[in-house]
């Protein structure tokens, strides 16, 4: 046994999703690209809520909350935020309360998750329009969500604050156990897989197959299409998250962040949120020919990046992409415009 598999056996954790996430083939993608061995690992089916990344991450860090005796979980994020449906998923399922701050005006009619929220009995605040870009109005959220911590606590409660979007030293524990999980799937389906792409956005999931796959020996390479920033961003957040998840574990990660995998900033159109053409015709093409559904924000744009790099022979070998979810925001994200037919 690995030490980071013998630490992982012993480390505290809420179980909360199913497991492992199932593995398949993209069968007409494969005849498409001409090219076999493309596949999908199922984090959209994390079995609690409606799925995602963020259920693993949660397993850790609300392990942490509850050894620290919180009774009241706290979360932020954008009005259609996967995490805010994930905490309140969780919190649900474990008897918790769930408070949300999200950012903007209660909307006349509640759409994807902020619905979802409602069913899952959360409490959620709403900042209003602040005006600001988003990296200034994640401030203003986490001010708000330290003065209900500190109500919270004023009225008997113990509150506790899943901080930066789950992206923390515990959260990536999620995903260096996903890499131990995706290697005994190989080994036990035979599959003989080589390169496997997921999305950076905060770099939470991105820091934890980085550092589960060195710890491992490298038994993939690891290839991460960021939504959000550029790849020197993107690379500095992976590696301060690795930073804080060896001060957790006491395992040492050896490597720079760039030599360990590979952050690739050329499909992120604008940014966060903001779709390109190609990420917007992905999502009906997937769905059309897979039968499954990704959204404009983090899933579609790892697919196009996935493809094209199979497609040049940029990447070439048994390729896996990684679906983290963010199937109920994909309800909010056609309010304005039907998809072209
Ligand atoms: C949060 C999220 C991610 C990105 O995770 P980071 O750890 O912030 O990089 C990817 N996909 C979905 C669907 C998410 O909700």
Redesign the pocket.
């Known amino acids: 046994m690995k030490p980071l598999e013998q630490w992982l056996a012993q480390a505290p954790r809420v179980p909360l999703g199913t497991w492992p996430t199932p593995i398949h083939r993209l069968a007409r993608i494969e005849r498409q690209l001409g090219c076999e061995g493309v596949y999908i690992k199922r984090d959209?089916m994390t079995g609690l809520g409606l799925g995602?990344?963020?259920v693993r991450?949660l397993e850790f860090i609300l392990a942490d909350a509850l050894a620290q005796r919180a009774d009241t979980i706290f979360a932020a994020g954008p009005q259609q935020?996967?995490?805010c449906m994930?905490v309140a998923s969780a919190c649900a399922k474990l008897g918790l309360r769930c408070v949300l701050v999200c950012n903007g005006d209660p909307p006349p009619t509640e759409t994807g998750n902020l619905l979802l929220n409602r069913l899952l009995g959360a409490e959620v605040h709403f900042i209003g329009h602040t005006g600001e870009p988003e990296c200034i109005v994640r401030d203003v959220r986490a001010a708000r969500v330290n003065e209900l911590e500190l109500e919270c606590s004023a009225s008997g409660g113990h509150p506790y604050a899943v901080k930066n979007?789950?992206?923390t030293g515990h959260?990536?524990l999620g995903?260096a156990n996903a890499v131990l999980e995706l290697c005994a799937q190989c080994g036990a389906e035979n599959i003989a897989l080589r390169h496997i792409f997921?999305?950076?956005?905060?770099?939470?999931?991105?820091?934890?197959l980085v550092y589960g796959n060195a710890l491992l020996g490298f038994p993939f390479e690891v290839h991460i299409i960021s939504?959000?920033d550029d790849a020197a961003t993107l690379t500095a957040n992976i590696a301060n998250t690795i930073a804080q998840t060896v001060e957790i574990t006491g395992l040492a990660f050896e490597y720079e962040v760039p030599r360990a995998c590979r952050v690739i900033d050329a499909y992120r159109g604008g940014g966060w949120g903001c779709n390109t053409q190609e990420s917007e015709a992905m999502v009906l093409q997937f769905a059309r020919m897979e039968g499954v559904f990704v959204?404009n924000?983090?899933?579609s744009k790892v697919l196009v990046g996935m493809l094209d790099l199979l497609r040049s022979g940029a990447v070439s070998g048994p390729s896996c992409f990684i679906h983290?979810?963010?199937t109920g925001?994909l309800f909010s994200q056609y309010e304005h415009k039907a998809p072209e037919a």
Not at 198 to 208: E, F, K, L, R
Request: glycine share 28%; proline share 3%.
């Open positions: 959209d995602g990344n963020k991450s935020s996967n995490l994930l979007g789950a992206t959260g990536a995903y997921a999305p950076g956005g905060n770099g939470g999931v991105a820091a934890g939504v959000e959204e924000i983090y899933t983290t979810g963010g925001s």
